[in-house]
Nanobody, 126 residues
């Protein structure tokens, strides 16, 4: 299983970015998907997750209302649309895949995910 995150970059506060996570080696609709991020000197933290059919997405409090997670199972790709970016959104963003049997509460935790991508850097300047 390979997850390849892309779409990061350097933007200004208030701008938008869309991250993509291309999944290969498996059929995406068998997996629940999540995005996490890790800022310099901080722990990796949950950002968003979505079910196999994009049902019941959820977000961290810090991004709710600004970020949207979606997926295109036909393209084996998961997206994270990030609007109204803030300097505190600066981090390396990781996509991750969890099995279809992973319970909801575990989708907020790194330990709930079986496969991880390499991360893409997002830098938001003020």
């Amino acid at each position: 299983v390979q997850l390849q995150a892309s779409g990061g970059g350097l933007v200004q506060a208030g701008d938008s970015l869309r991250l993509s996570c291309s999944v290969s080696g498996v059929t995406l609709n068998n997996y629940q998907m999540g995005w996490f991020r890790q800022a310099p000197g901080k722990e990796r933290e949950f950002v968003a997750h979505t079910g196999r059919l994009n049902a019941y997405p959820d977000y961290s409090h810090s991004v709710k209302g600004r970020f949207t997670i979606s997926r295109d199972n036909a393209k084996n790709t998961v997206y994270l649309q990030m609007n109204s970016l803030k300097p505190e959104d600066t981090a390396v963003y990781f996509c991750a895949a969890a099995s279809r049997s992973t319970i909801l509460s575990s989708l907020y935790l790194q330990s709930g995910y079986r496969h991880w991508g390499q991360g893409t850097q997002v830098t938001v300047s003020s």
